[in-house]
């Protein structure tokens, strides 16, 4: 496989998983901790609830 798309593929995890950890963090900060929902994070990031697992 050449690199190029490794570094691809990587940037984009990568990127799915700052987005899910921006939007977690917003979400505790307005709502609290105990308010916050996987479907609400994952709903808020624009990805599936499983896709969220997965990061």
Known sequence: MPKLWNETIDAHR???RDACLDTT?????EHG???V???KIAEET??????L???
């Open 37 to 39: 929902t996987m479907s």
């Open 53 to 55: 697992y997965k990061y």
């Open 25 to 29: 963090a917003a979400l505790v900060a």
């Open 46 to 51: 624009g990805i599936g609830r499983a896709t």
């Open 14 to 16: 990568r990127a799915v």
């Open 33 to 35: 901790l105990l308010s």
